[in-house]
Structure formats: C-alpha cells, structure tokens
C-alpha cells in the first residue's frame, strides 16, 4: 500500500484541533491563551421547549448547558471575600433562565448567541464559551459551541429600555371605516408609539383540532392587519420582537401580526380571542394604556373603552 500524501496526513496540531473541538470548554479557554480568571457551569441540564420541527412544538426535551466565563479579576474584593465584587456562578445560570423565559427559539445557535450577550453584560466578564446540546433527539448528542468577547457581543435590548406603546384594538369593520383615516391621523401624531390590532370582520373556519384552530384564528387576525395595512401606507405590519422594538422606536403605527410572538411564547395567552391577545400583548409589552371596544372584564394595564374610532383620543 502506498504512504498517505503528506497533505493529507493528520499533523499534530490538527490533531490538537480535533481533540479541542470535542473537549469540554473549559478545556478550550484554557488552550487558546488569555491569562484571566474563569468560573464554569457544567451539566446544567434544563426541560426546554426548542426547535424548527414542528414536531418539537407543544413537548419538551433535555437540554444541557456548559459555560466558562473568563473574568477580570478584582483582587480587593477577592480579599475581602466580597460576593458583589466578583461574577457570580448566578450569573450564569440566571442567564440562561431569563434567555428561555424571554421566548420560544428555534435554534440553538440563537439561544446561545443571546446568552453569551447577556453574560458579557457584567462588567468583569472578558469572553465566554457556552455549548449547549440537545440530548432527546436520538441515539446522540446534538448541539452547538460559541466563544464570544466583550467586543464580539451583540447589544441587548433591556426591558427597561423598551419602548412603551399605546395599544389599539380596533372593532371589526374599522378597516372600511370612513373615520379610519381621521383615526390614523390623531394617532400618528403622538409622542407615543401606537400598535394597532385589527379584529377581523369575519368568522373563521372551525377545525375540530386544537392546534390547527388556533393557527386558523390567528392567521385570521394577520389577514386583518394587512388589510388595514393596505388602506394607509403609514401602517407597517410586524411580527417579530426585533421588528416591533424598531418600529416602535422609530414612532408612527405599527400593526401587529400575532402569531409568531404568540406561538413562540413562554406563557402564551389563554386563547386567541382578540381582546385576550390584545391585553396580553399590552401586559408583556407594558403599554402605557389600552383601548379596548366596550368589555365589562378587568385588564393588566390602564384601559379605555371605544365604541367607534371618534373615542380613539
């Protein structure tokens, strides 16, 4: 047999490359060289609801987490035996518990991508390497690793830092209504930002499976906001967190397209009726008033009853 090209020959340093790929990752900080301080997680395993299939919707499955944070070390508060001082092994796990509660992800590159934001938020933390696997998928083990920097991380968008919107369900029909324009016109001038959530102004189909009732419902709210989008070109439909978040700071009326945010949600609403998701999506968004067509039921934030689009201030 002939020898193996020498191009094709494994080197010592690929196979040092190879051995890291799979190492755990503190086994990968300590290679690549930054003199720092780390503090690790291991085997932080959590019941998650992730992933693009279909069949990933509505179940959970065991997700394991692995992160090491390389930090700026403060001697005075290691001295003094200061906790405040110092990033905390809770920061790590809150990290993770507040990027799975925020929403829904498909992809576990993205679940990672914003937790090593959020890690990189502390003042001390220089880099991060976080992996995380999906261990429910079969007879292996699925998942990704990222190592990020302070200067790599992708800015968070705090809740405190939120717009906060006025939020108008419109009545049904109010898209062929002739004060619609008159409406928009008042509503685009406020210091505010204004979401609009069209009702629509038919019944929809009637499935006798629950999830597919509910794609129905929503898809038929969705209808109403392009709709309504096409009586004004100020009214920009969105359906995404990010897309919302940069509509409503830039000001003007955005329409809101429920059934991403919905069905990617944590704690969704309880039904999809238009006045539940209208209070809901209010509540999650802490709108600073809600205008709601007449209903006797309490809600989350300060609310306004309408009975047609003149009561819209």
């Known amino acids: 047999m002939s020898p193996r090209p020498a191009a094709a020959r494994a080197t010592p340093s690929d196979q040092e490359a190879l051995r890291l790929a799979f190492a755990a990752p503190i086994d990968r900080a300590r290679a690549t060289g930054l003199p720092l301080d780390r503090i690790s997680l291991r085997d932080h395993i959590r019941d998650v609801e992730i992933g693009a299939f279909q069949a990933e919707r509505g179940v959970t499955q065991r997700v394991r987490f692995d992160i090491v944070a390389e930090v700026v070390p403060d001697a005075d508060a290691v001295a003094s035996d200061d906790v405040d001082g110092i990033l905390s092994y809770d920061t790590l796990i809150e990290a993770i518990g507040l990027e799975l509660e925020a929403e829904r992800l498909n992809l576990l590159e993205t679940l990672a991508e914003r937790i090593a934001a959020r890690v990189l938020l502390h003042e001390r933390a220089a880099r991060v390497f976080v992996r995380i696997e999906k261990l429910d ?61 069209a009702t629509p102004d038919f019944v929809p189909p009637v499935a006798a499976q629950t999830q597919a009732q509910r794609r129905i419902d929503l898809l038929t709210l969705e209808q109403a906001a392009w709709r ?60 600073v008033e809600l205008f709601l067509p007449a209903d006797p039921r309490p809600g989350p934030v300060p609310e306004r009853r309408i009975t047609d689009l003149s009561d819209v201030a």
């Open 228 to 287: 309504l989008a096409a009586r004004d070109r100020r009214c920009v439909v969105v359906d995404s967190r990010t897309e919302l978040d940069w509509s409503m700071r830039r000001g003007g009326l955005t329409v809101w397209a429920p059934s991403r945010l919905v069905l990617d949600a944590t704690h969704p609403p309880e039904s999809e009726d238009p006045v539940t998701l209208a209070r809901w999506f209010a509540a999650a968004f802490h709108a």
């Open 137 to 197: 998928r079969g007879p292996h083990v699925l998942g990704v690793e990222i190592v990020r920097a302070r200067t790599q991380a992708p800015a968070i968008t705090l809740a405190d830092d939120a717009p906060r919107p006025r939020v108008v369900l419109l009545p049904a029909g109010a898209q062929d209504d002739a004060e619609l324009s008159a409406l928009l016109d008042r509503l685009d001038g406020h210091a505010e930002p204004t979401v609009l959530i």
